[in-house]
């Protein structure tokens, strides 16, 4: 069976309380998918590149951010389902890279891409799970390639893959096509601290994160009762509010202990003129 994203208004709202500080490998979707990292992610950290935001200039972004619906997440138009394969870690990056998209050309230019196509790089089985710094070099040399929808086979014909599906044959061509929606080689970099991690998101970069054997996207900082917590895209299709859960800051400093910020994409030939 293969699962398709589905549109963030075709999902069901729920408290999202219901959904906070969520213990992934005890929820009945949960299939293992995330492999703790055995090392840094080469290359500059993200503290370092783009710096640190003062906890006053967290507030405030945060803030507006609610008020006006700013935040990384208002990027999300299709919420991701792996179904029942340990592609958590290519949902993720291919739930960042359209996130990317809209921040760059706007929603209505996003072309919805193969989760499937981007956990093959990376992982052995369907089952085997991958490393999120793998996931992220791939898609920086190699890329992702566009999911098999209509408006994709009018673009680049039968050049597309489906959501799940690690059998899948790859298509001819698929390189040349994939390498349209690459990261950009100084855009994916490891996250050290928790001001790092929530500076990203107030940049609305989002941020790679795994932990309890599972890999989820970070997409914005929220205040609530003074505290705070981080708001991320799941890839369990009809799941949590609209596909979206949260964490706490203790549970945020623990993802952040193996974290990723995507900050550019490369820019394809054929939106170069937006």
Known sequence: MEYAPLPIDLLTARDPDEFLDVQFDKCPEWVFGAIAEQEL???PAYEDTDGVLSESQLIEIAERDEAEGTGGDSLIQWILNQGREGSCVGNAQTQGHMALQARKFGKEFVTRLSACSAYQLIGRSAGSGAMVSDALKMGTSYGICPLDTPENRAKFGSVVMPATGFSTRRPDG???????FRFDPKGTKVVRSIGGLRS??????????GREGHSILYLRNRRKSNAWRTRYANSWGDWGDKGFGEDTERQTEKSASWAFAITSIVIPDFLVKI
Do not use: D
């Open 200 to 209: 990203a998101l107030a940049r609305r970069h989002p941020v790679v994160v």
């Open 41 to 43: 992610f080469g290359g």
């Open 174 to 180: 698929i390189k040349e096509v994939s390498a349209n």
